[in-house]
C-alpha cells in the first residue's frame, strides 16, 4: 500500500505533481483573463466617455435644473457640494457603507458618493435642503427634531432622505417596515429607537395612521 506524502514531491505515482498544479494552475487563469478581456470589449458600438474631456449634463435639483461641464469620474456627492454648494448631503465613509450622502433620485434613496453625476442626466435630484419650504422645516424635518433622533448629527441629513424615500414609496410603514427601510443608514451614536419614531411620527403627519 502506497503512502502519500503530505510534501507534494515530483513523482508522476500521485497522479499529479506540484509542478504540473501550478502549470495547470497557471494555465487556468491565462484563460480566464483572455475571456474576461473579449467579455469587456464588448460591442464596438458600445459608448464610453473619454477620461479627460468634460461632458456636460442636465439635472434637476430641488426643483431648478442645472446645466453643467463634469468630468466623468466625478461622483454626484462631489457636484452637489463643490459645484452647487448644497452641503447638506454629507461625506462619511465615500464608499456606499454609511449612507450619510443618501439623496432622492427620481424619489428613490441613493447613495451620492456611490453615483456618477453623469448618471444623473435626465433626473430629478433632491436633497435635505429641497424638503423645506421657504424656512418651514418638512415634516420628516420636523419628527426628527421633536424626537431627538440625532446626537452628533452627521448622519441625520441621509437618514432624514431615507426616511423621506421611504414615505413616499410606503406611507403607512409598519415599525418592521420602518427598520428595513432605514437599514442602509448607519448611526455612530446609536440613536436609532429615537429614528424609528421620528418616522413613525412623520407618517402619521403627513396623514398616515
Aim: hydrophobic share 40%; aromatic share 4%; net charge neutral.
Amino acid at each position: 500500500m502506497k503512502t502519500i506524502s503530505s510534501e507534494f514531491p515530483d513523482t508522476p505515482e500521485q497522479g499529479i505533481t506540484r509542478r504540473g498544479f501550478i502549470k495547470g494552475v497557471g494555465t487556468g487563469a491565462a484563460a480566464v483573463a483572455v475571456s474576461g478581456a473579449i467579455s469587456a470589449a464588448g460591442p464596438a458600438e458600445s459608448a464610453v466617455l473619454d477620461a479627460s474631456e468634460t461632458h456636460r449634463v442636465a439635472i434637476k435639483v430641488n426643483g431648478s435644473l442645472h446645466n453643467l461641464l463634469v468630468e466623468p469620474r466625478w461622483t454626484l456627492l462631489f457636484v452637489l457640494r463643490e459645484k452647487l454648494g448644497l452641503t447638506g448631503t454629507k461625506v462619511g465613509c465615500d464608499r456606499g457603507e454609511c449612507g450619510a450622502c443618501t439623496v432622492l433620485m427620481d424619489g428613490v434613496p441613493r447613495y451620492a458618493c456611490m453615483t456618477l453625476a453623469v448618471e444623473a442626466q435626465g433626473s430629478d435630484i433632491t436633497t435635505v435642503e429641497g424638503l423645506m419650504v421657504g424656512e418651514e422645516l418638512g415634516a420628516v424635518q420636523k419628527a426628527f427634531l421633536e424626537r431627538d433622533a440625532f446626537q452628533c448629527g452627521y448622519c441625520t441629513p441621509g437618514q432624514i432622505m431615507a426616511a423621506e424615500g421611504l414615505l413616499r414609496a410606503n406611507p403607512q410603514p409598519s415599525l418592521h417596515e420602518i427598520q428595513g427601510g432605514m437599514s442602509g443608514n448607519l448611526c455612530r451614536c446609536g440613536a436609532y429607537a429615537h429614528i424609528f419614531q421620528a418616522v413613525n411620527d412623520a407618517a402619521k403627519a403627513r396623514g398616515g395612521k
